[in-house]
C-alpha cells in the first residue's frame, strides 16, 4: 500500500533552516500533489504549502517567504525547506498526499524543536 | 487567512449522534464545496473522512456524514462509538491565493 516517510532533523537552531524529506512508497509521485502540513504541540494543523509532480508549486501565503517545497521524481521523494526559523515553528511536520481538502494518505508525523 | 471555526468539545454516549459544525467565509467554505474532514487520535496522523463536502473515501463507515449550508459545513456521526473519541478537523479549498485553511479542531467525547 502506499506510505510517506517524513525524515530529517529533530533540532534545529533558531534563525537556521528547517529540512525535511518525504519518501513515498506504493505508489509514483507522478500524477498526484503532495502536501505539508504542521501541527504546534496543543494547537490545530496548519496547511503549509503542496507541490505537483512537475513541480508547480503554492505556499500558504504568510509562510511564502521562508518556505520552499520540491520534488525528486527520481527519489520519489519531495522535500520541505523553511528558512529562519524561530520558536514558534516547533511542530510535527507532516506530508501527505493531496490537496488541503483531500489528503487521503498523511506520513506518521516527526517532531521538529527550533532551539538553541 | 484564519482558520476555519470549529467548537472546541462536542459530546455524546454510544449510540447517539453528534454534530461539528465548521464555520468559514464567502472566500472558502462558502463558495467552494471542497470541504473535508479529518479525524486524529492522539498521537497519530489525521485520517480523512469526508472530501468535498459529503463524500466518503473507501473505508469510512457511513454513520460519519458531510453537509453544507452557507459559510457553515458539518459534520455528523451517528451511532456514536468509543472508537469515535477523537479530535476532528474541517479544512476547505480558499482560492487560488490562499489556496487551503483548516479549522480550529474539535474534541469528540463519548461519554
Known amino acids: 500500500q502506499v506510505q510517506l516517510q517524513e525524515s530529517g532533523p529533530g533540532l534545529v537552531k533558531p534563525s537556521e533552516t528547517l529540512s525535511l524529506t518525504c519518501a513515498v512508497s506504493?505508489?509514483?509521485?507522478?500524477?498526484?500533489?503532495w502536501t505539508w502540513i504542521r501541527q504546534p504541540p496543543g494547537k490545530e494543523l496548519e496547511w503549509m504549502g503542496y507541490i505537483s509532480h512537475s513541480g508547480s508549486a503554492n505556499y500558504k501565503s504568510s509562510l511564502k517567504s521562508r518556505v520552499t517545497i520540491s520534488v525528486d521524481t527520481s527519489k520519489n521523494q519531495f522535500s520541505l525547506k523553511l528558512s529562519s526559523v524561530t520558536a514558534a515553528d516547533t511542530a510535527v511536520y507532516y506530508c501527505?498526499?493531496?490537496?488541503?481538502?483531500?489528503?487521503?494518505?498523511w506520513g506518521r508525523g516527526t517532531m521538529v524543536t527550533v532551539s538553541s | 487567512q484564519s482558520a476555519l471555526t470549529q467548537p472546541p468539545s462536542a459530546s455524546g454516549s454510544p449510540g447517539q449522534s453528534v454534530t461539528i459544525s465548521c464555520t468559514g467565509t464567502s472566500s472558502d467554505v462558502g463558495t467552494y464545496n471542497y470541504v473535508s474532514w479529518y479525524q486524529q487520535h492522539p498521537g497519530k496522523a489525521p485520517k480523512l473522512m469526508i472530501y468535498?463536502?459529503?463524500k466518503r473515501p473507501s473505508g469510512v463507515p457511513d454513520r460519519f456524514s458531510g453537509s453544507k449550508s452557507g459559510n457553515t459545513a458539518s459534520l455528523t456521526v451517528s451511532g456514536l462509538q468509543a472508537e469515535d473519541e477523537a479530535d476532528y478537523y474541517c479544512s476547505s479549498y480558499a482560492g487560488s491565493n490562499n489556496f487551503g485553511v483548516f479549522g480550529t479542531g474539535t474534541t469528540v467525547t463519548v461519554l
Open positions: 501527505a498526499r493531496g490537496v488541503v481538502y483531500r489528503l487521503d494518505i
Open positions: 506504493g505508489a509514483s509521485i507522478s500524477g498526484s500533489f
Open positions: 468535498e463536502v459529503s
